[in-house]
């Protein structure tokens, strides 16, 4: 089966500061990857999305960047963190879109608190 | 108008009542609709999916969507304490990748 681990679970960092939040899947390969950022009543952000090593999609320009350094592996990162990053941070994978028999439907790991101040 | 509409409740219920949490939306091409439940301070994690119009069955849940009134539902028959969490509603185009469209979330309460 499937599993999907972010860490760290919970983080405060001070603003101006750098961030890395990691992603790992287990247990398929080629995966789409995803973050997500979610705000208090206004749902889910898309932030960066990937469909394979070294190439990611950004749908919003602002402080943070992402890389995929290994297939399975998505990385969250700032150079310098701004009180309006605060939030809670989501990975998510879904099947390769080529491999339509599996459907397209996205998986979400744990979460990742982050308050800036 | 946002192009997924859901009303954020909250909802509460009695144990054991019928649920109906609903979605709209605004484009007409999409063609994969999930749900998802999401507890407090949790990653989201899937409950149905279906593609196209018509209903489906798991347990105690029921999906519904009806294509040409751009809207879905959720039912949770027999509801428990347990069910408490917000349901997000999620859609997407078919074909290549296509972006995720997320309700912003109903808040469910179900009281023991």
């Known amino acids: 089966s499937q599993t999907i681990h972010q860490w760290p679970a919970t983080l405060v960092q001070p603003v101006g500061s750098p961030l890395s939040l990691e992603c790992t899947v287990e247990g398929t390969s080629n995966p789409n990857l995803y973050w997500y950022r979610q705000a208090a009543g206004r749902g889910l952000q898309l932030l960066f999305y990937?469909?394979?090593?070294?190439?990611i999609s950004s749908e919003v320009p602002q402080n943070l960047s992402a890389s995929r350094p290994q297939d399975r592996q998505f990385i969250l990162s700032s150079k310098k963190l701004l009180l309006s990053d605060s939030g809670f941070y989501l990975c998510?994978?879904?099947?390769?879109?080529?491999?339509?028999?599996?459907?397209?439907?996205?998986?979400f790991g744990p979460g990742t608190r982050l308050l800036v101040l | 108008q946002k192009e997924v509409e859901q009303d954020p409740g909250p909802l509460s219920v009695p144990e054991g009542a019928i649920v109906s949490l609903n979605c709209t939306y605004s484009?007409?091409?999409?063609?994969?609709f999930m749900w998802y439940r999401q507890y407090s301070r949790k990653g989201p994690e899937l409950l149905m999916y279906?593609?196209?119009?018509g209903n489906k069955e798991d347990g105690r849940f029921t999906a519904q969507v009806d294509k040409s009134s751009k809207y879905i539902s959720l039912f949770i028959r027999d509801s428990q304490p347990s069910d408490s969490a917000t349901y997000l509603c999620?859609?997407?185009?078919?074909?290549?990748?296509?972006?995720?469209?997320f309700g912003t979330g109903t808040k469910l309460q179900v009281i023991p």
């Open positions: 484009n007409s091409a999409f063609q994969y």
């Open positions: 998510a994978w879904s099947y390769h879109h080529r491999k339509r028999e599996y459907g397209e439907t996205q998986y």
């Open positions: 279906t593609y196209s119009s």
């Open positions: 999620a859609m997407r185009q078919a074909g290549g990748y296509q972006k995720v469209t």
């Open positions: 990937s469909v394979g090593i070294g190439q």
